[in-house]
Every structure is written in structure tokens, then in C-alpha cells.
């Protein structure tokens, strides 16, 4: 099967929201856990938070760079994602070196 676009999560850089339930798109998830613990982690540390989360609201652990949600796939099918993580491994725990 060939999918068209790719949906990424609504995060707070993540201009508009234009996914309407259209199919041949890929929904794309990202779960992140710690290298060293193996935890799973699912958002940001108070921290972080009280320090992002003043311009922009509600912060999720991986927060996309996009103009919309939608990204369509280009003539040979590929596509580009930016994200950053928006709090540090050692917020999160301080025996983490790093997010798997």
C-alpha cells in the first residue's frame, strides 16, 4: 500500500491542525523511554514545564516542527519530520544518560 501523507502529533509547535479523517495517511507515534532505566516517559518534567510551558501551554515530551499535522510525502515517497525533546534525560531521572 502507498501512503500519501504522514500525521504527526498536534504539539504546541505545530501550526494548524488539518487532518480530517482522509485515508492513505500514516499516523506517526513516537514513545520515548530511558536509556539506562528503560522507563517510559510521557512528558515533561515540572521543571521544564514551569519554563517552556509559559509561552507555549501545554508541553509534550516530543514536540514537532511543522506548519500543519499533515505532511504530504513527496513524488518518491519520502518525508521529512523535525522534533526536539523538550526536557533533558537527567530531568527526567538523574541516573538517565539518555533517551532511547
Not at 513516537?30 to 519554563?51: I, L, M, P, Q
Not at 499533515?70 to 544518560?97: M, R, T, W
Request: net charge positive; with cysteine; charged share 25%.
Amino acid at each position: 500500500m502507498t501512503w500519501k501523507s504522514l500525521v504527526i502529533p498536534f504539539t504546541a509547535n505545530v501550526r494548524t491542525e488539518d487532518y480530517r479523517g482522509e485515508g492513505d495517511v500514516v499516523h506517526l507515534s513516537v514513545r520515548v523511554f530511558g536509556a539506562d532505566t528503560r522507563n517510559e516517559y510521557k512528558s515533561v518534567c515540572h521543571a521544564c514545564s514551569k519554563w517552556e510551558g509559559k509561552e507555549k501551554g501545554m508541553l509534550s515530551l516530543v514536540d514537532f516542527h511543522a506548519a500543519s499535522n499533515v505532511i504530504k510525502a513527496s513524488d518518491d515517497g519520502l518525508v521529512q519530520v523535525k522534533f526536539k525533546f523538550s526536557c533533558y534525560p537527567k530531568h527526567q531521572n538523574p541516573n538517565e544518560s539518555a533517551y532511547l
